[in-house]
């Protein structure tokens, strides 16, 4: 197995286990939490430097070269992450200090997300693959620490990951991480393929689709769906905007690619399932998307 694929699980068996130990230890005390977490990752980085044959001492090197290489390619894609990043945390501070968020603040981090894994896809698989993983476990170790209220990480994780929350998080904010595992999973699905339109679904789905009808449902929808909040004109600005991302896309995948008629059904199909999906619809979406383009 690669460096990259050796690190992805390790990172996600840590992840696993910092979430267990949290459970068995945050009930007798919250600051536990953070010895399990020392604990966790002290033993991935020593798992990690015995698996690729290496020592503890040469590890942050041997990391900072997987990341930083010669390649001007990797640079610029570095560059251009670092200010959506940027960008999403400035934005998160804007919405905190509003001290409220709404569907359309939200989406935001739906295109800085879109726009970091397409520009992954295209221009360096392999490294966004990697970096997916790891957006994904940190994320995860992020709303342990807020959920068991850890010290002392929990009062400006609450602050800041408030603009993440929606009507479908109660006590746990799953918001964030069901948005990465959407965006991600269709190449978390095929990873050793050119790019195809099946790995945008996703994006597709969520990052766009999802995306314009909940901002056009919300500022011109007028008929909602029956036993539902969501309207028909947000469903109809769904699928439309699918389909022309689908088909402004499909020139730069691989083939084979679906017909123009395909492209169609699939976003008439994953339009009617999130007008009438009240949870979930982050995973569902792109799963059935992946599997409609595949």
Known sequence: MSADGTLAEIAVAATAAIVVGALLTAPLHPVVVNVVLLVSIGTAMVLYSLLVGI???????????????????????????????LASICFGFYVTMQEKSSTRHRKFFHLTVSLIFLSGLF??????????????CI??????????????????????????KDEQDFAVI??????????????????????HLYHLAGVAAVGVGDSV????GSLYGATKWPRGKKTVEGSAAMAASIVV????????????????LAIIFAALILAAIEAFTVRIDNIALPIVGYLLLH
Do not use: H, K, Q
């Open 123 to 136: 221009f360096d698989r392999d490294f966004i693959w990697l970096s997916g993983w790891l957006m994904l």
């Open 245 to 260: 991302f689908l088909v402004a896309a499909r020139p730069l995948c691989s083939a084979p690619v679906p017909s123009y």
């Open 55 to 85: 020592s503890l001492s040469e590890l942050p090197a041997f990391l900072c070269n997987m990341v930083f290489t010669s390649e001007s390619s990797r640079n610029y894609l570095l560059l251009f992450w670092s200010a959506n990043v």
């Open 139 to 164: 994320f995860v170790i992020l709303e342990v620490l807020r959920f068991f209220e850890v010290p002392p990480w929990n009062d400006p994780l609450n602050s800041f990951l408030l603009v993440f």
């Open 174 to 195: 799953l918001t964030p991480i069901y948005l990465l595992l959407g965006i991600f999973l269709p190449l978390f699905l095929s990873p050793n393929e050119e790019p």
């Open 213 to 216: 009808a909940a901002i056009y």
